[in-house]
């Protein structure tokens, strides 16, 4: 809200000897105080309470431990900036609401040169504020608004002093949108106004009134509770304020499930879908899934004990389902891209080594691994067999194999036949090539791999776009 004068914004405020006649001494509470400067910069000190400051230190931990990571992994470091608006935002958040807050105080009396007398009081429709504003230059001696007891029937106005200037404003209670605790005061906040209660200073009319019992009057007025910034319970049992703070925590809590929610659901996907290497930190699916599905049991809990419903709510939830679905889809996706890019690591290397291409997309649709011991030598086979699924590099690869100068062969001599197991079926495709992977031989011999050899044996099938690769070692002629 612009600094502009008072007597713009509120209709009801009169000042000097055109002050509303009211019966004063018929408002529920009523509290007054001076504010010199020293209470002023206090106003303003509580406005930095300590979940607002465990927040702007958390960020900025935050954000220089993603930049540090930014630097030292150059691989993601346009993700890792990108991840640095979390926490950016969230210190912007908080740096905002504090900007915004001093913006709604009276611009006069954030004035150091005035003098400041504060009158609030409650009545049950609405608040009368009246402050008694002069310019300190002049020393004028400041008197309090009412004269004697609280008792007394009407108030007589202050005489007219042009070195000073007193103003009434009426405040429906319709209008607060927000009230907040601190340690020193209780900030009633409407659209564009700031208004305080100081606790440190009178307000009782009856002789059992407590601060508890004026927590619960405005409460009701206002339809709102009370945000508790700073929690000091005193020796008498306060329950609307224990009740405020268990509804303050809950709010903090929410703010913070929101937060983590976000952060689950969006370091996964950077740190793992946007990379060229894919999927390289799959378990961070797992962990920010779980985060989301223990943020979504504790707002349920919360809303459980709690009879109203906030955005908030509707916010962690809807944040944390999305981001359990997502993580759970490419958790499972990429877990399964990993096993597949495992299983076909040594095939890779064989074929890098042979200085031969196949197609680059594939799915597995198998992947076996056996092993038996026989005369105290351990025999092992893995079979992969792959499903080529781009139509272009499979024309490619298909063109290149059909060459009749190529090492891929379409019939088994004797020495072909005698390198494969007995249980292999060798007719499954059109195409064959053996690789002895300690020889770095294409196509040997049985007697060049028969005492000792790590064999690859690879069948195409270009019906049916598939291969079968097989790796198995021989020793002394024997193989599993």
């Avoid at 981001?323 to 399964?336: K, L, M, N, P, R």
Wanted: proline share 2%.
């Amino acid at each position: 809200m612009n600094d502009t004068n008072i007597n713009d914004e509120v209709s009801d405020q009169v000042t000097d000897l055109e002050i509303e006649k009211k019966n004063f001494s018929h408002a529920r509470f009523r509290n007054h105080f001076d504010i010199p400067k020293k209470l002023y910069h206090l106003i303003i000190r509580e406005q930095f309470s300590k979940i607002k400051i465990a927040g702007l230190f958390f960020s900025l931990l935050a954000i220089v431990g993603l930049i540090w990571l930014a630097i030292t992994d150059s691989e993601y470091t346009l993700y890792l900036i990108f991840l640095t608006l979390i926490p950016l935002g969230l210190m912007t958040y908080i740096i905002l609401t504090i900007y915004l807050f001093i913006r709604k105080i009276d611009p006069r009396i954030k004035d150091d040169k005035n003098k400041i007398n504060y009158d609030i009081y409650f009545f049950k429709s609405t608040m009368v504020v009246r402050t008694y504003i002069c310019e300190d230059k002049f020393k004028v001696k400041m008197r309090p608004f009412v004269k004697g007891s609280l008792l007394e029937e009407e108030e007589v106005p202050e005489e007219s002093n042009p070195m000073c200037q007193l103003v009434q404003e009426t405040i429906n209670y319709k209008e607060v949108i927000r009230i907040i605790e601190a340690k020193r005061f209780i900030y009633i906040i409407t659209k564009n106004r700031i208004y305080f209660f100081n606790k440190a200073e009178k307000f009782k009319k009856r002789r059992d009134d407590t601060i508890d019992t004026f927590r619960k009057y405005l409460q009701e007025k206002a339809n709102l509770y009370i945000y508790i910034t700073t929690y000091s319970p005193g020796r008498l049992y306060e329950s609307y304020y224990q009740i405020d703070y268990q509804l303050t925590l809950q709010e903090n809590t929410s703010y913070l499930l929101i937060c983590l929610s976000i952060f689950a659901a969006l370091s996964p996907i950077c740190l793992n879908l946007i990379p060229e290497m894919k999927y390289q930190y799959v378990w961070l699916f797992w962990l920010g899934g779980a985060l989301c599905l223990i943020d979504l049991l504790a707002i349920l809990f919360m809303h459980y004990k709690k009879s109203s419903t906030t955005w908030r709510f509707y916010t962690i939830i809807s944040i944390s389902i999305v981001g359990i679905i997502a993580t759970f889809v490419f958790g499972i996706s990429g877990s399964i891209i990993n096993s597949n890019i495992a299983a076909t690591e040594d095939l890779n290397n064989v074929i890098e080594q042979m200085d031969i291409e196949i197609p680059d997309q594939s799915s597995l649709n198998s992947n076996i691994q056996l092993s038996k011991d026989i005369d105290d030598q351990t025999f092992y086979r893995n079979e992969l067999i792959q499903t080529f699924t781009n139509d272009e590099e499979i024309s490619s690869f298909e063109a290149t194999i059909a060459n009749s100068e190529t090492i891929w062969e379409t019939q088994y001599s004797d020495d072909n036949l005698d390198l494969i197991p007995d249980d292999l079926d060798s007719t499954v495709g059109d195409y064959h090539l053996f690789y002895d992977e300690i020889r770095e031989t294409i196509n040997p011999t049985y007697a060049q791999a028969e005492n000792n050899s790590i064999i690859w044996y690879l069948i195409y099938n270009s019906n049916k776009d598939m291969m079968y690769s097989y790796n198995y070692n021989i020793i002394d002629g024997v193989m599993y």
